[in-house]
């Protein structure tokens, strides 16, 4: 496998469960481990989620620890920490607040995204990203907005590239409303939207104003789906200074009940396109 194939964000999260296992089979706690080794219970369970680089030197205290003696299992666990510690395209960039999340949407299968606010990432135009980006960081210098901008158009090569993710969209109508830029970036965003909706990996829902009250009320969040079973879906929260993610396997299942609801409560693929198109017309000079 080349080096630019390799997905650090995804090795990590692998390595860290393997990790896991390793410890819950010899029936040790994470403080046990932590005291063994000298080190914060914290570090042992930052590890283990995949939160932090792991050094070939913590895989091969840990396997002392954990008493593994089989060296091929050794060589397969120093091998995927040598690997999770590479950089992935998007830390060309700088240092992003959200680069844990760029790396699972970079390896997820599915991505099911509810948006209260604006519409989702994957989905803008460079123009409305570009407005967008500005306006809810305007403390940003014009580079660091290009550089985000920059950053979201590539990463919508998972939309229109060779592999596509599956990606399934509700958007409240809120988001529809909202003139980010101009009437003009609008009316261009509206329409690339509802043309995305007609791809056969893309199927948009929107959220009418007269569903009432709903549980995307919340706020937005997204649930990422892989094609390794090995890997948990994860639900994904954004948040201004830090961000949520949530894998244990209760939360996983109420975010997606919760995702159940939102699209029975949303209006039909056919309907939504129609009433993004009414909503672009708006905007019509």
């Known amino acids: 496998m080349s080096s630019a194939s390799i997905n650090p964000t995804v090795r990590r999260r692998r390595l860290g469960a393997e990790l896991r296992r390793l410890r819950e089979q010899k029936g040790m706690t994470a403080e046990d481990v ?3 080794l000298l080190v914060s219970q914290s570090k042992i369970s930052r590890l283990e989620n995949g939160r932090r680089s792991i ?3 913590d895989v091969r205290d840990l396997c002392t620890v954990y008493g593994v003696t089989d060296e091929i299992m050794v060589d397969g666990l120093m091998t995927m920490a040598r690997e999770s510690r590479q950089r992935g395209w998007w830390h060309a960039f700088g240092d992003l607040p959200y680069s844990v999340y760029i790396g699972l949407e970079q390896e997820a299968a599915k991505i099911m995204v509810y948006e209260s606010l604006l519409l989702p990432g994957l989905l ?3 123009e409305y990203a570009q407005a967008l980006v500005a306006g809810i960081q305007p403390d940003r210098d014009m580079e660091a907005v290009h550089r985000r901008v920059e950053v979201r158009m590539q990463r919508q090569e998972r939309v229109n590239g060779e592999d596509p ?9 809120a988001a529809l409303q909202r003139v980010v830029g101009n009437p003009e970036i609008m009316r261009a965003q509206l329409e690339h939207l ?3 909706g007609d791809l056969a990996h893309v199927n948009i829902q ?4 007269r569903s009432g009250a709903h549980p995307g009320m919340s706020g ?3 649930i990422l789906e892989f094609p390794e079973s090995a890997d948990t879906a994860v639900v994904y929260l954004e948040g201004v200074t830090s961000d949520l993610y949530l894998e244990k396997e209760p939360d996983v299942r ?7 609801h939102l699209r029975a409560s949303a209006l039909s693929t056919a309907e939504s396109k129609a009433l993004i198109m009414d909503k672009a017309k708006e905007h019509s000079p």
Do not use: C, H
């Open 34 to 36: 932590a005291q063994q």
């Open 55 to 57: 050094s070939q030197r």
């Open 124 to 126: 803008q135009t460079r």
């Open 165 to 173: 993710v599956d990606l399934w969209a509700v958007i409240d109508e």
């Open 194 to 196: 509802a043309q995305l």
């Open 206 to 209: 929107v959220l009418p104003f």
């Open 220 to 222: 937005a969040f997204s």
């Open 254 to 260: 109420r975010y997606t009940g919760l995702y159940e």
